[in-house]
């Protein structure tokens, strides 16, 4: 299957490092000197800007900086929660320019706030990695980014949800696809796409999808389950994917309060984060699998490209991509899946 674009995996034991095209970003900023190796000895400050920073994921992705920072060693990390605000995503950008941080990484709340942020902190000549949500600057380039290919992703999801659903023997009338997630979000969007294309690929009579737009919460997608399965009474069996886990875990809550017993859902989450919580306590769930993505992953990932720019004057890589599993309840322990 296509794939958006080419990825390349970075970093030792998680990631793996790819040989870079020519014409990486040489560290050279717009507005002021170049940052590559500016920073030989001495502490590194990094601020981590986070949208939605109480999510399990973006907490394991703040404590991985962490983590990668004290194996690293003098390396100072900064942690801002931006909410859904891009308002505060901009505060907290200018407060960390002002405090001369010497690298930042931004998951930005609204992908539209992308060339402001990109300009500013080429304008200050601090370095900046995206992580988890691509962004771009006014000509439409994109800035050095950390996190997962939306549309692999996707496709996992789909296909797992893909085997399960020909495992059950259901039949396409009896049957609807929920796809739960936020609209604006093109990562977001990459996943959900890819997932339908990747069960289409294997399933010859697709249901009938009913997609949602939600605010990625697990409240939010429970609410707007409400009314679609409202509308849908006479449906008996039901595959659930979105953009992550909290989409599917409200879409699988709001179908078993509905009456919907477990065993007539096939929810396939996003994340695994909280996809994991009924299957550490044991208790029957519409939640069969989900797609691990550990976001401490991320989060060291970010922090070592952007020692490695300012300390040894590395390119930072254009993409660095984390690796993905599909966990269920017979192994995600093994593959180091945290439920906490």
């Known amino acids: 299957m296509n794939v958006r674009r ?55 992705e703040a404590d991985g900086a962490k983590e990668m920072a004290a194996e690293l060693g003098d390396v100072k990390i900064t942690v ?44 200050a000549g601090i370095p900046l990695v995206a992580a988890d949500d691509v962004i771009k600057d006014a000509s439409g380039a994109e800035a050095p980014f950390v996190g997962f290919n939306g ?35 093109t990562v ?27 605010d990625n919460t697990p409240t939010g997608a429970q609410n707007k389950a409400g009314a679609a399965i409202t509308a849908n009474q006479g449906v008996k069996n039901w595959v659930v994917w979105g953009c992550n886990d909290e989409n599917v875990e409200g879409v699988v809550t709001a179908l078993q309060n509905s009456g919907v017993k477990p065993d007539n859902i096939i929810g396939v989450a996003l994340g695994g984060y909280l996809a994991c919580k009924p299957w550490q ?10 797609l691990f993505i550990d976001g401490r992953a991320v989060g060291s990932s970010a922090v070592e490209v952007l020692v490695k720019h300012l300390r040894d004057g590395e390119d930072l890589p254009p993409e660095t991509i984390a690796p993905t599993e599909i966990v269920d309840p017979t ?10």
Do not use: H
Not at 208 to 213: Q, S
Not at 281 to 290: F, N, Q
């Open 188 to 214: 977001c969007t990459d996943r959900v796409e890819g997932a339908a294309a990747a069960f289409g690929e294997t399933v010859s009579d697709v249901p009938e999808t009913i997609n949602l737009g939600t």
């Open 281 to 290: 306590a044991e208790e029957p769930t519409g939640m069969k699998s989900a």
């Open 80 to 123: 801002a929660d931006l909410g859904l605000d891009a308002n505060q995503a901009i505060s907290e950008l200018d407060a960390a320019i002002a405090q001369q941080v010497d690298g930042i990484v931004i998951v930005v709340p609204d992908q539209q706030i992308g060339p402001q942020v990109i300009d500013a902190a080429k304008q």
């Open 6 to 60: 080419r990825r390349n995996v970075l970093g030792a034991g998680v990631l793996v490092t790819a040989v870079l095209a020519a014409g990486c970003s040489s560290g050279q900023e717009e507005g002021g000197e170049s940052t590559a190796g500016s920073k030989g000895s001495g502490e590194i400050t990094i601020a981590v800007l986070q949208k939605q920073g109480d999510q399990q994921y973006f907490v394991d």
């Open 151 to 185: 549309t692999q992703m996707g496709e996992s999801v789909g296909a797992e949800a893909a085997k399960l659903y020909e495992e059950s023997g259901w039949a396409a009338a009896d049957t609807r696809i929920i796809a739960a997630w936020k609209q604006d979000l």
């Open 331 to 340: 192994n995600w322990q093994d593959a180091g899946l945290a439920c906490t």
